[in-house]
């Protein structure tokens, strides 16, 4: 581990949902596996199959592929459904440090707004903590748009 005593702007996205905060919810975690990019965001890519989130705290987050292999990406931290989770996030085979990631769920008129927080790149070090940031900044944005593409299957 290569820890900065620097600080790392962290990645915050922010959606509008037009479902209610435990719909979202369980579409954002539970559901996952009907949304992610997994060709392109994964591990396995093309051999990835699914995503499994053990609903719980200390319940893992795990990449499922083909032939049956299981690819950690994470820990549950916090699991409060429906207002909001949190994980360690770490998706790669051998990670060298995690990061965190916390998203909320709260209620507004229109539906749920979805703060997705992505934090901790301090532990990488400095110039991979910047490295790694500046893929997520972007990289979020194209996975919440499969997520927000999901939402007019959902219903």
């Known amino acids: 581990m290569r820890v900065t005593r620097r600080p ?11 479902l209610p905060p435990d719909e979202a919810f369980d579409l ?33 987050v795990v990449e499922l592929t083909q032939s049956g292999q299981e690819y950690p990406w994470g820990e549950i931290l916090a699991w409060d459904p429906p207002h909001r989770f949190v994980m360690s996030w770490h998706p790669r085979i051998d990670p060298e440090a995690a990061a965190i990631v916390e998203v909320t769920f ?16 301090e532990e990488f070090g400095d110039d991979e903590g910047v490295r790694l940031r500046d893929q997520y900044e972007p990289g979020w944005d194209f996975v919440l748009s499969h997520f927000e593409a999901e939402l007019t299957r959902y219903n």
């Open 8 to 18: 790392i702007t962290p990645v915050r996205k922010v959606r509008l949902i037009p």
């Open 28 to 60: 954002f975690t539970i559901r996952m596996g009907t949304w992610w990019p997994l060709a392109t965001h994964s591990i396995a890519q093309d051999e990835a199959t699914g995503i499994r989130i053990e609903g719980h705290i200390g319940g893992q």
């Open 106 to 121: 709260r209620e507004v008129d229109d539906g749920t707004e979805l703060t997705l927080e992505h934090r901790g790149w």
